[in-house]
């Protein structure tokens, strides 16, 4: 009797430590923000004689919300799908890296940011099955094959969707300020340059409701700007120019004059305040790649419903965009290949882009594009499809770089956010960004 | 519990089986056959238990120290003194003492380390003073102690990247709750994570916020430890609380204080979670003049951002070294403590 009193006791204190271990891992799981979360696609049964295909991807690809595992598992009953996300890519890319060079441990299917895809191209072709033999290159826009085609012509990645170009803006902001407010209008005030729509923005400032400024971060002019730009920090044979780029002189004195003037939000993209600032409609207008109407929808909510609007940008231009590639590490390398290029076809990117504004790279779908009457209804009706296609047609080709992710974060988070935030003057903002980049390249 | 020993007599008694094994086997032998036999059997298990078997219990340990730290830290070493390129791990190339001299010469470094004893700095002391001033309140009879202690505990159990989510809104620069506050003072809004001192004070008042509790505990129980008839002592000779507690508590919790000091000090060399969580996007950076980038934010931002792994364990080794320093101080305060006793 006693024994076993005491060795219940014993047992209760070993459930409580094993309850509280688990908890403590539990804590520990849940520690980051950006730590990985599997999304398993349907059902989850997986069957006998299915074989699992993972897919690892970043941020929200939005293949699960647009219901495309599931219709592929339909299509397939012997596949089942599990996706791998990381939400953050400076998290998800290096940890890609180690894998692809270790060999083991990389998903069947690895997306890729179009800020990697230099380095993936030049640094890790030989660990990617060359998809070009397997599909119909003409499918999508020149440029975007071109970013993912190693020197001997292998293709390591097929093309998802493509950012390109407008902006969104505040048509009741814009009107108490006595901007005007039609959309082609005003794409025709600030067409051709960026520095024309800055100038709007010191109008604006003039009258400009209580609260509100005219953009939200000097640095999302910035990045619109350059994405338009020839060249942006290495030229085509791969040298770094960035000092010497007129793309990147452009963009940056842009965004000068935002930083120097009291015109911005300075909100950071992609922090919690800048999502509480699109709730709080503090700013009246943002660069806007496609896929920043599904942000604002989430984070603006019900009330910025039919106030935002889309016109044209300034100059035809691209930010950001994603790839998929299948690593030579994966198990099921065939299965693999027919889903990436089932995934990327058309038909699926259009599906793709009526679920969340995703733009898809493939022009034969542009045709047949319609968005969510959802999100035509939020943004005041525009004709959001012709606006980004006819923006996607026009994009120059640019040339990445091995380290153009650091190089574009020492520009936007050092050197401008000095002058935005810290009162520096452009010069030293700039020297500072040169200090940093020259960290960056080893030199 | 009864399993794993008749495991362990089993792998003994199959190491004696061995040739020549052990100096016992022999004796075994001649023994074959005797009453004696079961006893000395049983006696030579007996000692081999109690040879054996701690080794056998701290071996996972070591195993898994070996394994997932010792071996590291030697690759790591390795790596610092290569050129490692996160995108090209298989082509590494000797570069001596280069990291290093690199790491000397670079401002961002010094940035850095200044940066990591600064934050430390008005982390710690304020956290130490808290956490000593708390113990002492709960030191005396409380209605609901036990409610106190686990309320001062649960900043601890919280996870650093919730406990920094919640921070970093309250200083949000526009509409964060701290700015709010400081209007009603009529101080204007404070830039809390591109100003210098303000970003610094933010950082560590999250801190703050997770480990005073938990040195008040520590120090708590210091504190019960001492024996009551040295404050009925003090009491005697008149001793008022704050006597008491400059003359009997704190000579008394010497040893705790110092313990805590160094554990919070290594900590505070370590600081990582909390200024990547508060920077948000690109916190690597640790704002844009770096002026919050800690030693661990640095080694990050080179190794996983930029992708200079062999830079970054160069800083990784340079930052074990800062801690074997303090270490080495800690030894020799405590010694001069000692014989001062």
Known sequence: MRTSIRRSHRLMALTAVAALATGLLAGCANDSDDGTSDNSGGDGGGGKGRITLTIGTFGVFGYKQAGLYDEYMRLHKDINIKENVTTRTDVYWPKVLTRLQAGSGTDDVQAIEVGNITEAVQTQADKFVDLGKEVDKSQWLD??????????????????????????????LFKKAGLETDRTKLAAQWKGDWAKYVDLGKQYMKKAPDGTKFVDSASSVYNAALGGADTRYYDKDGNVVWDKSAGVKKAWDAAMTVATSDMSAKLKQFDKPWDQGFANGTFAS???????LGQIEEKAGDSGKGNWDVAAAPTAANWGGSFLGVPTAGKHQKEAIEFVKWLTAPEQQAKVFAKQASFPSTPSAYASLKPASDTTAYFSNAPITQIFADSAKTIPVQYFGVKDQPINSALTDVGILQVEQ???????GWDAAKNEIKDVLGQ | MSSSKQALARAASSAEAAPGSTPGAARGARGRGAPADADSWRSRLYRWDMKASPYAFVAPFFLLFGAFSLVPLLYTAWYSLHNVQLSALDHQTWAGLDNYRNLLSSDFFWNALKNTFSIGVISTVPQLLAALALAHLLNYKLRGSTVWRVVMLTPYATSVAAATLVFTLLYSWDGGM???????????????????????????????WRWTGYNALIYLAAMQAIPADLYESAAIDGANRWQQFRHVTIPQLRPTILFTVVVSTIGATQLFGEPLLFGGVSGSKGGSEHQYQTLGLYMYDQGWIIGNLGKASAIAWSMFLILLIIAAVNLLLTRRLRKSQ
């Not at chain 1, 097929?158 to 170009?165: A, E, K, N, R, S």
């Not at chain 1, 943002?286 to 920043?292: F, G, H, K, L, Y």
């Not at chain 2, 506050?181 to 994570?193: A, E, I, Q």
């Open chain 1, 422 to 428: 810290r009162g520096k003057s452009p010069e030293q």
């Open chain 1, 143 to 172: 440029w975007k094959n071109a970013q993912a085609t190693a020197k001997d012509g292998k293709l390591i990645g097929l093309g998802t969707d493509i950012g390109p170009m407008a902006i969104c803006y505040r048509k009741d």
């Open chain 1, 286 to 292: 943002v660069a806007c790649p496609a896929w920043m």
């Open chain 2, 178 to 208: 701290v700015n709010w506050f400081l209007d009603f003072f009529g101080v204007g809004p404070v830039n809390w994570r591109e100003s210098d001192w303000g970003s610094q004070f933010a950082v560590s008042s999250i801190v703050i």
